[in-house]
C-alpha cells in the first residue's frame, strides 16, 4: 500500500483508497458529500502563521518544509495522525487531498516524506 497526492478539486482518480483533507482550511467551492472523504485532519496542516508566511511561493518552499517539518515534530496531533495511516496503509493506499494549486510545492508533498521517513523507521 502506498501514499497518493491529489489535489481535491480535481476529479477522483482512486476513489478506493483512504481520503484524508490535509489542510487546516476547509476548500472554497467543495461540498463535504463530494469530497468523499474519510477524515479531515485539519490539525495536521502548517498552522495559520506559517501559511500565510509560505503564500505559496515556491522561493519560500525549501524554508517553508524545515518550518513545517519542526511544527509537525512539536505537535500532540501528528503522533495520533501518523498511526492512523499507519493503521489505513496495512490494508488499503491513503490518498493526501490539499487544495494548493501549485502541485509540487504544497503541504502535502512535504506531509508525504514526513509519514514516508517515519514507516522506514
Given at each position: 500500500?502506498?501514499?497518493?497526492?491529489?489535489?481535491?478539486?480535481?476529479?477522483?482518480?482512486?476513489?478506493?483508497?483512504?481520503?484524508?483533507?490535509?489542510?487546516?482550511?476547509?476548500?472554497?467551492?467543495?461540498?463535504?458529500?463530494?469530497?468523499?472523504?474519510?477524515?479531515?485532519?485539519?490539525?495536521?496542516?502548517?498552522?495559520?502563521?506559517?501559511?500565510?508566511?509560505?503564500?505559496?511561493?515556491?522561493?519560500?518552499f525549501t524554508e517553508f518544509?524545515?518550518?513545517?517539518?519542526?511544527?509537525?515534530?512539536?505537535?500532540?496531533?501528528?503522533?495520533?495522525f501518523l498511526e492512523k495511516?499507519?493503521?489505513?496503509?496495512?490494508?488499503?493506499?491513503?490518498?493526501?487531498?490539499?487544495?494548493?494549486?501549485?502541485?509540487?510545492?504544497?503541504?502535502?508533498?512535504?506531509?508525504?516524506?514526513?509519514?514516508?521517513?517515519?514507516?522506514?523507521?
Amino acid at each position: 500500500m502506498q501514499i497518493k497526492l491529489e489535489r481535491i478539486y480535481t476529479k477522483p482518480i482512486d476513489e478506493t483508497g483512504y481520503r484524508v483533507l490535509v489542510d487546516r482550511l476547509w476548500p472554497r467551492g467543495i461540498s463535504k458529500v463530494n469530497a468523499k472523504l474519510a477524515w479531515w485532519a485539519k490539525e495536521i496542516g502548517p498552522s495559520t502563521e506559517l501559511r500565510k508566511w509560505f503564500g505559496h511561493d515556491p522561493e519560500k518552499f525549501t524554508e517553508f518544509a524545515e518550518k513545517y517539518r519542526l511544527e509537525l515534530n512539536q505537535a500532540d496531533f501528528t503522533t495520533e495522525f501518523l498511526e492512523k495511516i499507519q493503521t489505513e496503509l496495512r490494508t488499503q493506499d491513503v490518498i493526501f487531498l490539499y487544495g494548493a494549486k501549485d502541485e509540487t510545492h504544497n503541504q502535502a508533498v512535504i506531509l508525504k516524506q514526513y509519514v514516508e521517513a517515519y514507516l522506514k523507521k
